[in-house]
């Protein structure tokens, strides 16, 4: 019996995990540049004394969906959206070069350009510092350019090029804080490098990857398969205490 319910613990405790993974995808639906994760479920054979006769269930995510989302018009200067492969570098509040391709940027009262996060955006030379002016352009290329305080219209001058990137999709992960980064075993020596093919779209924003009926399905799905797991528990525990009793008439 203790195998029965050990079964049956281990498959519902397995899918609350991937309950959890596919509603995090569905509460980001409308989160601007989200990438959602992928879930999947495997046995595992439990080793120990004796032969390997039983295995439980183990959810995992193994890889992040880094498809584009829709593009979505904002008309706002300092919305940008990666057109095509490719991802914005900004800078993490543990220091280190984090990948995303939410493009909704804004600046803060130091003139440093900054993310929806807070973080700031890298440029050529570290986080992008734009000073006072009276126009904003990013170009295709990541270019920011601003006609200065009190200059005329034809007055345009870079200040600096947003840092794009574009490492190979094989190569990243996602962290916690939602930012993509390459995986231990495929970490560069220094910074990222940036790529020149790498386009932007200015106005625009990229949405969320997310299908949120796919999600809402998935979730569905795996409810009917939690139920059926307690109702094992709850067999392999009715068999119990029948056993218990036939063992007391004896």
């Known amino acids: 019996m203790d195998k029965m319910l050990y079964l049956g613990m281990s498959g519902a405790k397995q899918n609350m995990l991937e309950q959890q993974s596919h509603a995090n995808n569905l509460a980001n639906v409308s989160t601007t540049g989200f990438k959602r994760d992928f879930a999947q479920a495997r046995s595992m054979p439990?080793?120990?004394q004796g032969n390997p006769t039983r295995a439980y269930a183990m959810t995992e995510n193994p890889a992040t969906d880094t498809a584009a989302g829709p593009l979505m018009e904002?008309?706002?200067k300092l919305d940008v959206?990666?057109?095509g492969p490719g991802w914005l570098s900004v800078q993490t509040p543990q220091g280190d070069e984090g990948f995303?391709?939410?493009g909704s940027l804004r600046l803060d009262v130091n003139g440093i350009l900054r993310n929806g996060e807070g973080d700031p955006v890298m440029g050529n030379g570290g986080p992008v510092a734009v000073p006072p002016y009276d126009d904003i352009q990013i170009g295709k290329d990541g270019t920011v350019s601003i006609v200065p305080k009190g200059g005329g219209a034809g007055d345009l001058v870079e200040v600096d090029r947003l840092k794009l990137v574009n490492?190979?999709?094989g190569s990243l992960?996602?962290?916690v804080d939602g930012y993509m980064r390459r995986k231990p075993d495929a970490a560069l020596d220094g910074p990222e490098p940036p790529d020149a093919a790498v386009r932007l779209e200015n106005g625009f924003l990229e949405g969320s990857n997310v299908n949120a009926v796919e999600e809402m399905i998935a979730n569905m799905e795996l409810s009917r398969?939690?139920?059926m797991q307690v109702k094992v528990m709850q067999t392999a525990d009715?068999?119990?205490e029948a056993a218990a009793r036939l063992l007391q008439n004896l």
Do not use: L
């Open 46 to 48: 439990v080793f120990g």
């Open 74 to 76: 904002t008309g706002r």
């Open 81 to 83: 959206a990666i057109n």
């Open 100 to 102: 995303t391709r939410a």
């Open 167 to 169: 490492p190979p999709q």
């Open 173 to 175: 992960e996602k962290g």
């Open 225 to 227: 398969q939690y139920e």
């Open 238 to 240: 009715s068999n119990s």
